[in-house]
């Protein structure tokens, strides 16, 4: 979606490109599958979630993840 901290015209929260990716997703590495006890060359996997830490970011205009993820309770008692 487009970046609601910049407008869309770039920032270091959207990494200079106006977008911000809100429905992260990937395929599970194979070695994940083998540390579950899966078969890699038999089972694959698809995994996705929503990324409430950029909807958080867009909501209070953060530019940096790593401020809500650093456990700095000065910065995290702001909100």
Not at 33 to 38: H, N, Q, R
Request: positive net charge; hydrophobic residues 40%.
């Amino acid at each position: 979606m487009k970046c609601l901290v910049c407008g869309g015209i770039g920032c270091g929260a959207c990494k200079h490109s106006g977008w911000i990716e809100t429905l992260p997703c990937g395929l599970i590495h194979p070695k994940v599958l083998e540390a579950g006890g899966l078969n890699p060359k038999e089972w694959s996997g698809f995994a996705f979630g929503l990324g409430m830490t950029r909807l958080v970011m867009q909501n209070y205009g953060i530019e940096d993840i790593r401020h809500l993820q650093g456990g700095d309770l000065r910065f995290l008692k702001q909100f």
